[in-house]
């Protein structure tokens, strides 16, 4: 399909922006052709720059759960740009967003809004230092937790062994205080804290993976993290950046009911705006300065325009609740991919929770990076493209998590699953 604008578009970004983009994944590198120049979005659908309209099931990657422009927070964000849109001293709507998230995650005693998830989840871990006096940090494989040094590391070679960078630029010195174990695999986690415990500072998680594409927590794995972390003396981290909102208001940790002593957000928190959230245990936050003395700042850390979009986003999905709703709809979405997929004869594993989806093209069950990884991410593509020119816009990679918003409905669920036919036959 033809989009010249998009194409022209592209061109010009890749003069002066890196591959043309901001962020690497907008590039479509995974899926290949163009990337889809945008130009508005309203509800569940976005316009492109040729003026093609799509399905959104991308949605920013997760902060627009209320959809394009919801007017209500397009509102609020317009009034606060209006009266100042940074003053660098403190504002009253700081406080009410963080006791409208210390309300919704009651183990956020205190808690640090800033302009990012990455800056959330690397200051989150700077906290668990100062406080444990440990330098090593635990992450799994295929979470993603932003893009600072310590976590962009993929396993060494063997097991329970300190990690290797697998980003030029981080040096190997800075990737050995991060180890790296397999999600869902509680004997090897066994292993490493056998090994490592002492020297452990912090497990971070997602409790529920969304950057593998989606991937529950096993019964006892979340169990046994918590266990484990406490048994000796280390800190057990949520990234909850996705998950947060989304899963439900009180996020992952409402719903396993495993209360981490950290957690960090971002996200649906600024309501489509830049934002993030980290907080957790009074003893440890103290020591986040001026309380204490591990620093941390931010020129926009606050920022009154992405607090007036996050506080409207909350009060409005308090009172509507949408939860259950969209949740029935990607329930109702996900059985008709895995019929439609079985229909044209290609092996599918489709993964849903509330409003979040993935399909993985693979055979066999999905439940670790290894799994992942097997999968067929050509025929992504061809699905993936095959979705696109009906109308329908994914996340452009195999390992991104498809979300529905409130604005979502049964018909667009049809017609999705009608452009999904073709696209599976085109795998
Ligand atoms: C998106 C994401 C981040 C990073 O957030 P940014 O706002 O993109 O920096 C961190 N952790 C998880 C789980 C995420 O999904």
């Not at 209500?72 to 967003?97: M, N, Q």
């Not at 998230?101 to 183990?107: L, V």
């Not at 929770?353 to 025929?379: E, G, I, N, Q």
Request: some cysteine; proline content about 5%; overall charge positive.
């Amino acid at each position: 399909m033809k989009r010249p604008r998009s194409e022209a578009l592209y061109r010009a970004a890749r003069r002066v922006l890196p591959g043309g983009v901001n962020s690497p994944v907008r590039a479509f590198r995974s899926v290949g052709g163009t990337p889809v120049f945008m130009r508005s979005g309203s509800g569940a659908r976005l316009t492109d720059a040729d003026g093609r309209e799509y399905l959104d099931y991308c949605l920013s990657w997760g902060p627009l759960i209320l959809g394009h422009c919801r007017p209500e927070v397009v509102k609020a964000a317009c009034k606060a740009a209006r009266i100042g849109s940074t003053f660098g001293a403190p504002t009253e709507g700081e406080t009410r967003l963080a006791e409208a998230i210390r309300e919704a995650y009651p183990s956020m005693e205190l808690l640090r809004l800033t302009s990012s998830g990455t800056e959330a989840a690397m200051s989150v871990l700077r906290a668990a230092r100062a406080f444990t006096g440990r330098d090593l940090v635990l992450k799994f494989s295929g979470c993603y937790h932003g893009h600072a040094d310590s976590m962009l590391v993929a396993a060494g070679s063997g097991a329970a062994t300190l990690g290797e960078p697998n980003s030029e630029g981080v040096p190997a010195s800075w990737a050995q205080t991060t180890l790296v174990a397999d999600y869902n695999d509680i004997a090897g986690l066994k292993k490493v804290f056998k090994r490592w415990g002492a020297r452990i500072a912090a497990v971070i998680v997602e409790p529920v993976a969304a950057n593998m594409g989606l991937v529950l927590p096993e019964p006892g794995f979340l169990e046994t993290l918590r266990d484990l972390t406490r048994h000796h003396g280390a800190l057990l981290v949520f990234d909850e950046v996705i998950t947060g909102f989304r899963l439900a208001y009180g996020g992952a940790q409402s719903v396993y009911g495993i209360l981490p002593d950290l957690t960090c957000l971002g996200k649906i928190i600024g309501g489509g705006y830049p934002m993030g959230a980290y907080g957790g245990r009074r003893d440890v936050m103290g020591h986040i300065a001026p309380l204490g003395c591990a620093y941390q700042a931010g020129t926009l850390s606050g920022n009154p325009v992405a607090v007036a979009a996050g506080l409207e986003t909350l009060r409005l999905l308090i009172k509507e609740d949408p939860y259950e709703r969209v949740a029935a709809l990607a329930e109702t979405l996900a059985a008709g991919l895995r019929r439609e997929a079985a229909r044209a004869g290609v092996p599918a594993q489709v993964h849903q929770a509330a409003s979040m989806l993935t399909v993985f093209f693979t055979r066999k069950p999905v439940r670790d990076w290894p799994s992942a990884d097997c999968c067929d991410r050509k025929a992504y593509a061809r699905f993936f493209h095959g979705l696109l020119d009906n109308g329908v816009y994914f996340p452009p990679a195999q390992f991104e998590t498809a979300m529905l918003s409130s604005c979502h409905t049964e018909r667009d669920v049809e017609r999705t699953l009608k452009a999904a036919a073709r696209a599976f036959a085109a795998v």
